[in-house]
Structures are given as C-alpha cells and as structure tokens.
C-alpha cells in the first residue's frame, strides 16, 4: 500500500510538472488570449487615429467609459406637463428651449457682424453688461464662443468642401498610411465587390492580411460622381416633442421612469445623439414614415412622440429584434393609441422593401459595428473570429439598404441616413455609392442637405467632428459630453 501511495503521488507531481500541460484557464494562456472586445479596441486604434488625429485619444477614453450620457424624451401618451416639470426640477434642460436661446444669439453676433462689414453709420444697440456675461455662462471655457464660430471679423463666413463639386477619393484627404499592396484581401474570394474595403484584421482562411486603411478603396467606386450638396440653416423641432438633457459636463443620471396615470411609463432614454436623425427627417402633420431597421425602437418612438405621422411603420428584419420594438411600445404607448392603426411593426428585408411612393420621409439606420457597444460585450461582438464574413459585407449591405430607401421614397420625400459608428467608409463611403447607385438604376436624382449652420446652436452640448465629413455629420463622443458616436445625413429626392 506504502508503494502505491508513492507511486500515485509521483505521478501527480510529474502530472503538475509538465511544462506544456496547462489548462486553458492558466495565467499564461489568458495572458495571450484577445477577446473580441480588445481585437474591436486594436481596429479602432490603427483605423480611427488616422481618421480622427488628435481627437482620437479622447474619443478612445470617452469610448471606454462604462457609463455614456442619456436623453429623456417625453411620453406624450402619459402625464406630459408633470413629467417635464419633474425633469425640469432635477436640472435637466429642453433640448428645443436650449437650441432656440442659442439660434438668438447666433442671430445676435451675425449682425453686429453685418453691421461692421456694411460700415453702417448706426451701431448695433449697446448690450448691457450683464447680457454679456449670461450669454458667456453658456458656453464652456474650453469650447470656442460663437464669436469665433460664426468669425466676427470682416472675412465671410466659409464652408469648406460642402459645395457640389466632383468627388474626391477620400483616401486623398484622411488616408496617410502607406499601403503595403501585398496584405490586401484576395479578390478571388467569393466575396462582393465591396468586401475587401471593409475593415477586418485578418480574413478566415487566408494568408494575407487586410489593412485597416484599404477600405478607403470604397471610395473610388463612386469618385466621379458628382453629389448635389445644399445648405439647410434650420434644425426644425416639432411642437410636440419634448427631450431633456443635462448641460455640458454634467453627467448626472436620470432616475429610473416611473408608470404614469395611463399605465405606460414617462420617458424614453436613450443616447443623446440618438434625437438628431429624428429631427433631421423634419416630422410635418400627416407624413407616412417608415424606420426601415427600427430595434430596438427607441427613435421609432421619438417619431410618435411628435403626434405628427399619419402612420409610422417600424419594421427589421428579425422576430427577436421585431419583438424587442413591440416591448418598447407596449411599455410607451397607450391601448388607445394602438387600437388606431397609425403605428406598424413589420418583419422584412429593408433591401426588398417595394413599397414605392408610399413614405414620404424614410429613416435608415443601419446595422452597423456599433462602436461604443462592442467594447463593452462580448457577447454577439461583431468582431468574433465566427463573425468575420458578416462584418465585411457592412458596408454592401448598408449602401443596398439606402439605396433602396431612395428609389422608394416619394418624390419631394427626405431620407435620413444614420449609424452609430465612426467609420468613414460606413458613414459618408455608403452615401456615395448609394447616391451613385440610385442614379444608375433608376435615374433619381437627389440633394444632401448640408446642416452644419443648422447645427450650429448644438454645439455647446454636442462635439461636431468638423471638417471631416463630406456629406453628413458625425457627434463624437468626448469626455465632457459622453455620447455617440452617431452619423447621419439628409438626403432628399428631386426627380
């Protein structure tokens, strides 16, 4: 017996011994694993910093942050006054109050601007003292004041690269790196003709690797063809939508919503950049509206909250994402209002949809890589090795989408493109090839909205990524103001 014990605890010691026996939870083996999240995070950072430049340091912190900044939208199908005045007591401020305070002062400096240009004989009115220092209160110390925005000097003011000219490669603007001809993706692949301009680190089952910077090729498919592009100076608010937020740099959190007299709860909270697509589509009284891929329903619900759409449909293309609009609506919206038949849910391919001259304003907010929300969750992470093809065919698939939204819409309709990524080839890249598309295949001719003045009142609570944007707008997340990313652009269709 002595013998056996001995040789069963000399076994256990070779057995614990061998240099290559540990299990794939030992410290040297998770020391080298990457989780999807920090393959997401190593994309992001050979990608983005040579988009953003020296922003990219703060978008990556702002990024990283497990807790980002909310809005509250009011449910109008609850007890409206009550809870704006609730909001109101906590310090959360009107987003369309805010914005209206901030248009006035624009207005303020453009002509005392004017006035010194034209040399006119009277001087503006005097602005007492204490105006002057209210007016400073509301921007912060670190964000330029809209003297400089609006340039109070004698120069006019420009808008640089939003003038209809003939496209350029994007890569000759943002694109620095230097391209190694050999880590391009094979184009033998049986892959569309945009997957090897989609980001990926490596692609399942070759050799070669594909940088980051090549998809700017995206660009190229669609570089000469010219864009109509025309500025838009108002960011409309319909009257009865009400969204509250917090002033810059102040990150309290909204209490959780309660149930109100009807049944439903109060507000809706969701990323502050989320309203701004919502706005974009400019909600008149009886427009038909389609959210062609509305999970989980949060600017779907925006939209009914202007009691303006003769109807709106929400529809994607899953049951479980179908089912996740249904919960948020039967949480927001009253049986009263559901028995009506203004709102919708339906299961479709937003690529099929043939509903031609049906909706007359069509929001597009696609599946995209969800920028923010991948560095958080490993589950489902779009940058698992298993989801390498579906995150290379993005960019097709998006741009088909769009370019489906543009032959359907009615003629005189908007369409509003929007993501939640800061990708370039995602955001402005499927805009041009959709636009180019349309054109092709159905002779549509339509105009993107410029917003940048119309946005400029936005400017104290959202950080713009200026000058980087060729046809919509980006808001970048910051650590003073910690929400987006979101892109979106407004196109509407002439003929």
């Known amino acids: 017996m002595a013998l056996l014990f001995n040789k069963l605890k000399l076994k256990q010691f070779v057995k614990t011994c061998v240099r ?18 920090d393959k997401a995070l190593e994309h992001f950072d050979e990608f983005y910093a040579n ?5 990219w340091p703060d978008i990556r912190a702002a990024l990283l942050k497990t807790e980002s900044k909310y809005m509250a939208v009011v449910n109008n199908f609850s007890d409206t006054e009550r809870i704006r005045s609730e909001l109101e007591s906590i310090g959360a401020i009107n987003l369309k109050a805010m914005y209206d305070v901030q248009k006035e002062n624009i207005e303020f400096f453009k002509k005392k601007r004017e006035a010194k240009m034209n040399n006119s004989q009277e001087e503006s009115a005097a602005t007492p003292e204490d105006q002057l220092v209210e007016i400073k209160k509301m921007y912060p110390s670190s964000y330029p004041n809209l003297l400089q925005a609006i340039k109070t000097d004698d120069e006019p003011v420009k808008h640089e690269g939003r003038i209809p000219v003939p496209l350029q490669s994007i890569d000759k603007d943002l694109n620095e ?31 070669d690797w594909a940088l980051e910077s090549d998809h700017y090729k995206f ?14 100076d108002v960011l409309p608010f319909p009257k009865h939508l009400h969204a509250y937020t917090f002033e810059r740099e102040n990150n309290t959190r909204f209490p959780s919503p309660k149930h109100g007299s009807t049944g439903v709860l109060d507000y809706y909270l969701f990323d502050g950049a989320s309203i701004l697509p919502v706005l974009a589509l400019d909600i008149q009284l009886g427009d ?4 062609m891929c509305a999970a989980p329903g949060g600017k779907a619900l925006a939209i009914l909250q202007t009691l303006m759409p003769h109807i709106l449909v929400a529809n994607d293309i899953q049951e479980s994402r179908v089912n996740r609009i249904k919960k948020v609506i039967s949480q927001y919206v009253s049986d009263v209002y559901k028995t009506e038949d203004l709102f919708i849910v339906t299961e479709r391919d937003a690529r099929w949809i043939d509903e031609t001259d049906t909706y007359n304003k069509i929001l597009v907010d696609v599946p995209c890589t969800t920028d923010r929300h991948i560095l958080h969750a490993e589950d ?12 290379l065919r ?13 032959k359907i819409v009615a003629l005189g309709g908007t369409v509003v493109y929007a993501t939640c990524s800061l990708s370039p080839v995602q955001n402005d890249g499927v805009v041009q090839v959709a636009l180019k ?12 909205k410029d917003m940048t003045e119309a946005l400029l009142p936005l400017q104290t609570i959202y950080e713009f990524a200026a000058g980087r944007m060729k046809y919509g707008h980006i808001v970048i997340p910051s650590l003073k103001n910690n929400w987006g990313p979101m892109y979106f652009c407004k196109i509407v269709k002439l003929e």
Request: a positive charge.
């Open 219 to 232: 660009y190229i498919k669609a570089d000469d063809f010219q864009i109509n592009v025309e500025k838009e």
């Open 394 to 406: 993005l960019p097709e698939i998006q741009s088909d989408i769009l370019a489906n939204a543009l």
């Open 177 to 207: 790196i230097s391209l190694d001809m050999n880590r391009i993706i094979d184009p033998t692949v049986n892959l569309s003709i945009l997957h090897e301009y989609v980001p990926a680190t490596k692609i399942k089952g070759l050799e």
């Open 51 to 55: 988009v953003y430049g020296d922003s």
């Open 380 to 391: 489902n992470n779009i940058f698992k090795p298993s989801r390498i093809k579906e995150r």
């Open 20 to 37: 290559y026996g540990h299990g794939k939870d030992h410290w040297s083996r998770v020391r080298k694993r990457k989780t999807p999240k």
């Open 437 to 448: 598309k349309a054109w092709q295949e159905n002779n549509a001719v339509m105009v993107v």
């Open 288 to 291: 038909r509206v389609l959210d």
